[in-house]
């Protein structure tokens, strides 16, 4: 009966392998009924004078994740606590005391955009004095200065996996590629940085064409994305409501380009909107464009010739510094406005009334999901202040007000195999504390060998790995009786092809000399 209860897992692990296994992604909330509730806001201000924030980013990794960086529109940047006890009768300028733990002066212009890279050691800051900044946080010190363009930097975007490459977007029509290894030259004893790419009037204005040559200008890109497929740029421009998606290795052309159906009947949409803001989630999957038309539009980037897959209204966008987030689990859609509230809606539940965030004074720009911290939320706005709300469901906030935070039950993110590759090696080396010993290999290789495995296989292959493992220690023995042989000759036991095709560390750590299997070669899959 065991043997035939493991054959059977065996066998669902091996279908899983072969036809795919969908695992539903789990929301942020559960139910659909929200409440929110702000935790405090702080000043954006210096010197005691108030300035408008711009930008605002949480730390992206969840040992940093209770910081974040806002920028504003004097070239300030600050970095702030949110795990800090607020008082809820304390004034937002006292908030800002008690939070913010650094503030400097970035660029001496507004800076429009930030973005945290290198696990949250570095900063990037996009300034309206056309340049772009690479900042070591721990040392609060500028390492690099990345120009080329000729108008004011709107929008940035890091690679998904390679945090020194970049994607940015400027007024100047143009969007550029930059590599932060590469290094070109010195100025005012910081390194500048040229781009390695750019595409020029890539987002042109119909009217363009009626201006003369000598006066004839692109118009502005207003945000960009590195797609997670890693090669993919996206881009969006002020004159129209056109997504264009364009191949790092050959940007001549755009290879796609997206837009929404609009209505013919509705002669008020004959004319084109702009876009604002872009965002995709972890999965990059879901894309949402948010346009001057008070609609956000949801793509589904694997179906781009179908258009958007869904549209939300309810804000008003009335200006191109209002931005719109969509959560990293692809289940909630979070905009500012121009009306001065907050809106969230249902990725799913479309039509459902958006929940509103109501507080701020003034227009709501920037937004931003904490990516650990499940429902943790920051807004900024015109009335100079950044305020943090938690986001919780009415049913179950009462029945579990008095659960642990460990209780709460986190998101599982699979791994690419990248990424597995390097935390593979890293507990390798955190678990062999000699590796980097000027000693032979022979110790730590010793180390790894003593570390006890679990009994993995049929008891075919365990006779066969008992019989190798007598040899191997035979092996062994007679070359530690005889150390000085008259020939010179090392006892050496190499296992034979079948023999590394049949024990079970191959399934995990397979030979580079032999071809990797998939699991259907090691477990029976009945038709």
Same mark, same amino acid.
């Given at each position: 009966?065991?043997?035939?209860?493991?054959?059977?897992?065996?066998?669902?692990?091996?279908?899983?392998?072969?036809?795919?296994?969908?695992?539903?992604?789990?929301?942020?909330?559960?139910?659909?009924?929200?409440?929110?509730?702000?935790?405090?806001?702080?000043?954006?201000?210096?010197?005691?004078?108030?300035?408008?924030?711009?930008?605002?980013?949480?730390?992206?990794?969840?040992?940093?994740?209770r910081f974040f960086a806002v920028s504003d529109e004097d070239g300030h940047v600050s970095l702030f606590n949110s795990s800090k006890k607020?008082?809820?009768?304390?004034?937002?300028?006292?908030?800002?005391?008690?939070?913010?733990?650094?503030?400097?002066?970035?660029?001496?212009?507004?800076?429009?955009?930030?973005?945290?890279?290198?696990?949250?050691?570095?900063?990037?800051?996009?300034?309206?004095?056309?340049?772009?900044?690479?900042?070591?946080?721990?040392?609060?010190?500028?390492?690099?200065?990345?120009?080329?363009?000729?108008?004011?930097?709107?929008?940035?975007? &890091?690679?998904?996996?390679?945090?020194?490459?970049?994607?940015?977007?400027?007024?100047?029509?143009?969007?550029?590629?930059?590599?932060?290894?590469?290094?070109?030259?010195?100025?005012?004893?910081?390194?500048?940085?040229?781009?390695?790419?750019?595409?020029?009037?890539?987002?042109?204005?119909?009217?363009?064409?009626?201006?003369?040559?000598?006066?004839?200008?692109?118009?502005?890109?207003?945000?960009?994305?590195?797609?997670?497929?890693?090669?993919?740029?996206?881009?969006?421009?002020?004159?129209?409501?056109?997504?264009?998606?364009?191949?790092?290795?050959?940007?001549?052309?755009?290879?796609?380009?997206?837009?929404?159906?609009?209505?013919?009947?509705?002669?008020?949409?004959?004319?084109?909107?702009?876009?604002?803001?872009?965002?995709?989630?972890?999965?990059?999957?879901?894309?949402?464009?948010?346009?001057?038309?008070?609609?956000?539009?949801?793509?589904?980037?694997?179906?781009?010739?179908?258009?958007?897959?869904?549209?939300?209204?309810?804000?008003? $966008?009335?200006?191109?510094?209002?931005?719109?987030?969509?959560? &990293?689990?692809?289940?909630?859609?979070?905009?500012?406005?121009?009306?001065?509230?907050?809106?969230?809606?249902?990725?799913?539940?479309?039509?459902?009334?958006?929940?509103?965030?109501?507080?701020?004074?003034?227009?709501?720009?920037?937004?931003?999901?904490?990516?650990?911290?499940?429902?943790?939320?920051?807004?900024?706005?015109?009335?100079?202040?950044?305020?943090?709300?938690?986001?919780?469901?009415?049913?179950?906030?009462?029945?579990?007000?008095?659960?642990?935070?460990?209780?709460?039950?986190?998101?599982?993110?699979?791994?690419?195999?990248?990424?597995?590759?390097?935390?593979?090696?890293?507990?390798?080396?955190?678990?062999?504390?000699?590796?980097?010993?000027?000693?032979?290999?022979?110790?730590?290789?010793?180390?790894?060998?003593?570390?006890?495995?679990?009994?993995?296989?049929?008891?075919?292959?365990?006779?066969?790995?008992?019989?190798?493992?007598?040899?191997?220690?035979?092996?062994?023995?007679?070359?530690?009786?005889?150390?000085?042989?008259?020939?010179?000759?090392?006892? $050496?036991?190499?296992?034979?092809?079948?023999?590394?095709?049949?024990? &079970?560390?191959?399934?995990?750590? &397979?030979?580079?000399?032999?071809?990797?299997?998939?699991?259907?070669?090691?477990?029976?899959?009945?038709?």
């Amino acid at each position: 009966m065991e043997s035939s209860r493991s054959r059977s897992v065996f066998v669902n692990i091996g279908l899983r392998e072969l036809n795919g296994f969908r695992v539903r992604k789990r929301p942020f909330f559960p139910d659909s009924e929200l409440t929110c509730r702000e935790l405090a806001g702080v000043a954006v201000e210096h010197d005691g004078i108030r300035t408008p924030p711009l930008a605002v980013s949480f730390c992206k990794t969840s040992r940093n994740s209770r910081f974040f960086a806002v920028s504003d529109e004097d070239g300030h940047v600050s970095l702030f606590n949110s795990s800090k006890k607020f008082d809820s009768s304390a004034t937002h300028q006292e908030n800002t005391e008690n939070a913010r733990f650094r503030d400097w002066i970035a660029h001496y212009n507004a800076v429009f955009d930030i973005s945290w890279i290198k696990g949250d050691s570095c900063l990037l800051t996009a300034s309206g004095d056309q340049t772009i900044k690479l900042w070591d946080v721990e040392e609060n010190k500028c390492t690099g200065v990345l120009i080329g363009h000729t108008g004011t930097v709107k929008s940035m975007c &890091p690679h998904p996996t390679n945090s020194d490459l970049l994607v940015s977007g400027s007024r100047d029509g143009c969007f550029a590629l930059w590599d932060l290894r590469c290094k070109s030259s010195s100025y005012k004893e910081e390194l500048c940085i040229n781009s390695t790419d750019m595409v020029k009037g890539a987002h042109l204005s119909p009217l363009s064409k009626r201006i003369r040559r000598r006066k004839a200008a692109s118009s502005s890109i207003t945000s960009v994305l590195y797609l997670k497929d890693e090669i993919t740029i996206a881009t969006a421009g002020a004159p129209d409501s056109a997504l264009k998606f364009w191949d790092t290795r050959k940007l001549k052309v755009p290879i796609a380009q997206a837009s929404p159906q609009s209505d013919p009947t509705n002669t008020k949409e004959n004319r084109s909107h702009g876009i604002v803001s872009l965002s995709q989630d972890s999965s990059g999957t879901l894309l949402t464009a948010s346009c001057k038309d008070n609609r956000i539009y949801l793509y589904n980037t694997r179906q781009l010739d179908k258009g958007p897959v869904q549209s939300f209204s309810g804000c008003r $966008i009335d200006s191109f510094f209002v931005r719109t987030m969509i959560s &990293p689990d692809g289940e909630y859609i979070l905009s500012g406005s121009s009306d001065g509230n907050a809106y969230i809606w249902q990725v799913n539940k479309p039509h459902v009334d958006p929940t509103l965030l109501k507080g701020h004074d003034f227009e709501v720009t920037a937004v931003d999901w904490s990516p650990s911290e499940i429902g943790k939320v920051a807004t900024a706005s015109d009335d100079f202040t950044v305020r943090l709300w938690n986001i919780e469901n009415n049913r179950c906030s009462d029945a579990n007000s008095s659960a642990s935070p460990s209780r709460v039950k986190r998101r599982v993110t699979a791994l690419s195999n990248s990424e597995a590759k390097e935390i593979l090696e890293m507990n390798r080396e955190a678990e062999s504390p000699q590796k980097h010993s000027p000693l032979s290999s022979s110790s730590s290789d010793d180390y790894i060998n003593n570390q006890s495995m679990p009994i993995i296989g049929t008891p075919e292959s365990q006779k066969k790995k008992t019989s190798l493992s007598s040899s191997l220690s035979l092996s062994s023995s007679l070359s530690l009786s005889s150390p000085s042989s008259e020939e010179g000759e090392d006892v $050496i036991c190499e296992r034979t092809p079948e023999t590394t095709f049949n024990s &079970p560390s191959s399934v995990l750590n &397979p030979p580079s000399s032999v071809k990797r299997r998939t699991i259907r070669d090691y477990f029976l899959v009945s038709p």
